[in-house]
């Protein structure tokens, strides 16, 4: 009983996202162009020969990258600038009203862009497969189960993080300005422009221990065919998520209780 | 007599958004921090290529850190200007709000371009022009009047470039509504002018300099500071620059025409 009605709330919710999202089609297509910056990157990379100098072929890299897009595409979290634009604009005090936490809604809201995002994602690849048609590659059935896992979870972790920071907005009105300096960290280590192998030692001593690497080299290596330790990439995601969700939990307890909506 | 009446208002212009930005002390604060680390982050990426190569594209890492202060300065001008004025113009065009900015008895560019300011952009200026300085006494450039002109010349004309870019594409709001993420499209693009134009592959190369001459705007200042510039490159970007303002402007003129506001 309560689990069909909890599978109807959930359903119902990505059948409404999935619809919003459909209208904006043209909006999405041009957010899946925007995140072609690991494509610039490998053509520095192979365009100077830097990847002779960390022993992975041309062929590998291009397929790193490649890799490194599809997490990103489906990554992609904004929670943060839609609660903020809700909070501000005194949207929560309805949702708070709702025996549902406002969360599952922007949940479900990135569950749907990303199901509409995935055809304008495959058309990206298709144009890179014709440019580059030596990186082709089919990568088998368990790899790419494993790699959708590792994705999402990445996914997951970033969900949290940025729920964690849009529920100071609790406390301070402009929360996205903290998420865009998060944001700084997330786009240099995470290896959305240079796979993590290649990062200097001083870097690499420290950088497992952080979220970063989980979130695109990690998924990335795997679903491409490079080198990777796959049961500890997956065990450190699950250790960040059972890590993160306690904390947000417990800050959006505290949030709700100093929540004063607007006018009052 | 009208110039004097705009240098009035956008005297207002400034007291009114400076007031309004302040308010948001901390904020400012954590968008220092943020430009900081984005700094640090590319330094760090640029170090991760020069790692085994001496050369990028005909680089060295020392001439490269000049693209990175130039595109550091450039940055912190659209972080100040561009992207706070010229993002509002979807809001206007959506709201309907742009009625008003319209029947004002001033130029409707000027007002759009020019109302905001976002003061945490002019630090992120600041930390461009300390490392550009940096980069004049490691490269041991010499300071002369001639090298002075070209500089700012070559600056001034890749503001001007960059200006026309953000402004045509937040002109074509008039027809598509909702152009929140080509603005995203052409942000990742600009991203490339953080590296020297030659570490890229030939096709490129080309698109980026016929197409989005994102080529001009970091690079050519760049050449000036090192002496390496040719003559033509430089009547050339001025060329660019020109024409890029001139279209700007009469595309805007011209897509006015087609607006028509929120309930008729």
């Known amino acids: 009983m309560i689990s069909n009605l909890i599978k109807r709330k959930i359903f119902t919710l990505l059948k409404v996202q999935y619809s919003n999202m459909l209208e904006y089609r043209v909006e999405i297509a041009l957010w899946a162009i925007s995140g072609i910056i690991p494509f610039f990157m490998l053509n520095i990379w192979t365009n100077n020969n830097l990847n002779e100098s960390i022993n992975i072929s041309d062929a590998l890299l291009s397929r790193y990258f490649l890799c490194a897009f599809f997490v990103r595409q489906f990554s992609v979290v904004w929670v943060v600038f839609s609660f903020e634009e809700d909070s501000l604009m005194g949207k929560v005090s309805p949702y708070l009203i709702q025996p549902l936490n406002p969360f599952f809604r922007y949940f479900a809201q990135h569950l749907a862009e990303q199901i509409t995002r995935f055809p304008f994602a495959l058309i990206i690849a298709f144009f890179f497969f014709i440019f580059n048609p030596e990186s ?10 494993l790699s959708i896992v590792s994705t999402f ?17 609790f406390w301070t009105e402009k929360a996205s300005s903290i998420e865009r300096l998060l944001f700084i960290p997330t786009l240099f280590l995470s290896g959305l422009l240079a796979p993590v192998v290649s990062f200097p030692a001083y870097v690499k001593s420290w950088i497992y221990l952080t979220p970063f690497p989980y979130l695109i080299d990690f998924p990335a290596n795997l679903l491409s065919g490079n080198e990777t330790n796959i049961s500890g990439g997956l065990s450190m995601q699950i250790l960040w998520i059972f890590l993160l969700f306690p904390l947000f ?16 | 007599m009208n110039l004097r009446k705009y240098i009035k208002v956008y005297k207002k212009f400034l007291h009114t958004s400076l007031a309004s930005e302040l308010e948001y002390k901390t904020n400012i604060l954590v968008d220092l921090i943020t430009a900081i680390l984005s700094l640090v982050g590319s330094i760090f990426l640029l170090s991760i290529f020069f790692q085994n190569n001496g050369y990028i594209g005909g680089w060295k890492f020392e001439e490269a850190l000049i693209i ?37 008895p001033i130029d409707s560019q000027f007002f759009i371009s020019l109302k905001k300011i976002n003061p945490s952009g002019f630090l992120e200026i600041m930390l461009g022009f300390l490392l550009l300085f940096l980069c004049i006494r490691i490269n041991q450039i010499n300071l002369n009047l001639s090298f ?4 700012s010349i070559t600056l001034s004309c890749s503001i001007f470039i960059l200006y026309s870019l953000w402004f045509f594409i937040s002109t074509t709001t008039i027809w598509f509504v909702k152009t929140w993420n080509a603005i995203e499209v052409l942000r990742s693009f600009l991203y490339i002018g953080r590296f020297p134009l030659n570490s890229f592959s030939f096709s490129l190369r080309i698109f980026f300099s016929v197409f989005i001459p994102i080529a001009f705007i970091t690079t050519i200042p760049s050449e000036v500071f090192l002496g390496l510039s040719v003559l033509w490159k430089i009547l050339l970007e001025v060329i660019v620059a020109a024409l890029f303002l001139i279209t700007s402007r009469k595309f805007w003129l011209f897509a006015i025409k087609f607006y028509s506001s929120a309930s008729s």
């Open chain 1, 249 to 264: 939990k417990k800050i959006w307890s505290e949030g709700t209780k100093k929540y004063t909506a607007m006018g009052s």
């Open chain 1, 153 to 169: 979870l990445s996914f997951l972790i970033q969900f949290l993080i940025q729920s964690i920071v849009a529920c100071l907005c």
């Open chain 1, 136 to 145: 082709i590659w089919i990568p088998n059935l368990v790899i790419l189960l």
């Open chain 2, 68 to 104: 990175q202060a130039i595109y550091t300065i450039l940055n912190g001008i659209t972080n100040t200007w561009f992207n706070p004025n010229l993002t509002e113009i979807v809001k206007h065009i959506r709201e309907g709000t742009l009625d008003f900015v319209l029947l004002k």
């Open chain 2, 148 to 151: 002075l002109t070209l500089s």
